[in-house]
T-cell receptor
Framework: DSGVTQTPKHLITATGQRVTLRCSPR?????VYWYQQSLDQGLQFLIQ???????AKGNILERFSAQQFPDLHSELNLSSLELGDSALYFC????????????FGSGTRLTVV | AQSVAQPEDQVNVAEGNPLTVKCTYS??????LFWYVQYPNRGLQFLLK??????LVKGSYGFEAEFNKSQTSFHLKKPSALVSDSALYFC??????????FGAGTRLTVKP
């Protein structure tokens, strides 16, 4: 157990639907990062939050959004889902910005049918 | 912006032989370099990192990595590979306050 909790572990939904992925960071970590891992595109950075505020954006689609709540857990919302959104979505957390490494959750496998 | 390249999609080695997984990086400032390993259906696990100091960094499970500033490389090495080392390996770079950027990953297969 890495200390980063992601739910659900698996999610199957239809095209056009909306889903919410949840992440609880490791105790004491203020930063949360979301990554998408698909077979043909490796690990793509989506978005970062630090202590409730958005800090960095990567290749996140406009159909996707995220937020970090006062208790530091984060949610990634994916809407108008397409078949190509099927992937593993990882959350990672770290203490702060700088030279710290990340601790990853075990991921949510999203399948869009 | 920082970036990382892993030139090999796949590395195959025999058990007991030394292994090397290659990584090169590009950053504008001082690099913070990391290696992670991913086993099937699992998240990424931290192996080791280079921040400053000795160019040879030792990490988990007998892995080590050599930082070479002139070649902008951070290759992962292990003197004697195990079948259980078979996994997907990611090199990553963090440039100070920026987010971490990962390479495309290298699949290591160790054959008995």
């Amino acid at each position: 157990d890495s200390g980063v909790t992601q739910t659900p572990k698996h999610l199957i939904t239809a095209t056009g639907q909306r889903v919410t992925l949840r992440c609880s960071p490791r105790s004491g970590d203020l930063s949360v990062y979301w990554y998408q891992q698909s077979l043909d595109q490796g690990l793509q950075f989506l978005i970062q939050y630090y202590n409730g505020e958005e800090r960095a954006k990567g290749n996140i689609l406009e159909r996707f959004s995220a937020q970090q709540f006062p208790d530091l857990h984060s949610e990634l919302n994916l809407s108008s889902l397409e078949l190509g959104d099927s992937a593993l979505y990882f959350c990672a957390s770290s203490v702060a910005q700088g030279n710290y490494g990340y601790t990853f959750g075990s991921g949510t496998r999203l399948t869009v049918v | 912006a920082q970036s990382v390249a892993q030139p090999e999609d796949q590395v195959n080695v025999a058990e007991g032989n030394p292994l090397t997984v290659k990584c090169t990086y590009s950053v504008s400032g001082n690099p913070y370099l990391f290696w992670y390993v991913q086993y099937p259906n699992r998240g990424l696990q931290f192996l080791l990192k280079y921040i400053t100091g000795d160019n040879l960094v030792k990490g988990s499970y007998g892995f080590e990595a050599e930082f070479n500033k002139s070649q902008t490389s951070f290759h992962l090495k292990k003197p004697s590979a195990l079948v259980s080392d078979s996994a997907l390996y990611f090199c990553a770079v963090r440039d100070g306050g920026n987010d971490m950027r990962f390479g495309a990953g290298t699949r290591l297969t160790v054959k008995p």
